[in-house]
């Protein structure tokens, strides 16, 4: 199939544009001028490259209309760690997102698949299925929501799919070094002390790589709207953090706290994924163990190859 991933340079775009090619499409990847494709530097010789902003009309325009996707992944968002929530950027984003469904619908794409959050439910609920209110406490949530109501009820008028992953916690390689699990195997590979705040906080993490296959499962699926991907296990950072440390021989290196003031995120939060499971043959491969001992093993390859 042709299909079209925006935010390939990112975490979760670059895992789904190597998903994709290593399953034989023609994947298009519509890169910024300037990107820094690290993530994918490997990967470009089997993709086709469109510069431009996904934001910007007159780059988007004649890049679909030579490409014509039949499927699209929207992954491009601001995400910058530690800014995001709040950051003005959400609203630009929600417009470009409701412009880039416009156009891909004018140009005869069949399936729009964009990243949701799980941030866009009503996270008191703990556990979260595709029916579970929705209630965005803050501006990311907010701006991902509205780009989901809005786009599906038009998309329901021209003819166009739009399934809506709402993503959990992810790790493993290529993730930003600010985020969590990176930060903490780094701390300690530089035999640094890590100090977590909120050890009894408890989220939903899966291995980026089990991530990318589920959505590019999504594509031959009959999955509309809202579908979780998540692990369905949750695991206290407490637990997590202790993990890599024992992996890492570094159990000394950390002090662990249980605050609940200041956290970043609920202090629960788990996905039910029946109807992920029940409509696609798609099963988590990677337990959280394993996918630590990779991603630790990937970041240790990185500082070696570091000057």
């Known amino acids: 199939m042709r299909v079209l991933v925006t935010g ?88 470009a997102g409701i412009v880039l469904a416009q156009r891909l619908a004018d140009v005869g794409c069949k399936t729009l698949i964009v990243a949701g959050t799980c941030f866009e439910y009503d996270t008191d609920f703990g556990f979260l299925s595709e029916s579970t209110p929705t209630r965005p406490r803050n501006l990311y949530a907010a701006s991902k929501l509205a780009l989901h109501l809005a786009v599906s009820h038009w998309a329901s008028l021209v003819g166009l799919r739009v399934v809506w992953p709402r993503l959990f916690y992810q790790y493993g390689p290529y993730e930003d070094e600010r985020r969590l699990v990176p930060s903490v195997i780094l701390s300690l590979l530089r035999k640094r002390r890590f100090r977590a705040l909120h050890g009894s906080q408890a989220l939903d993490y899966l291995y980026v790589g089990d991530v990318a296959v589920a959505l590019a499962c999504l594509m031959d699926s009959d999955l509309q709207g809202a579908v979780n991907i998540g692990s369905g296990r949750p695991v206290a950072i407490r637990e997590l953090v202790q993990m890599i440390a024992g992996e890492l021989g570094c159990a000394d290196l950390v002090d662990i706290e249980d605050r609940t003031e200041g956290a970043a995120g609920p202090a629960f939060v788990c996905a039910d994924t029946r109807l992920l499971r029940s409509q696609t043959s798609w099963r988590p491969q990677i337990a959280l163990e394993e996918g630590l001992l990779q991603t630790i093993a990937w970041w240790k390859t990185q500082l070696e190859g570091s000057p």
């Open 8 to 95: 390939a340079t990112g975490f979760i775009g670059s895992h789904v544009a190597r998903v994709l090619v290593r399953q034989g499409h023609d994947v298009h990847a519509m890169l910024r001028h300037g990107a820094d494709t690290w993530r994918i530097a490997d990967l470009l010789d089997s993709l086709f490259v469109a510069r431009g902003d996904v934001g910007a009309p007159e780059h988007l325009e004649p890049a679909l209309a030579r490409i014509r996707p039949e499927v699209c992944f929207h992954l491009a968002w601001y995400a910058v760690p530690g800014k995001y929530l709040m950051a003005v950027e959400n609203l630009d984003m929600l417009r």
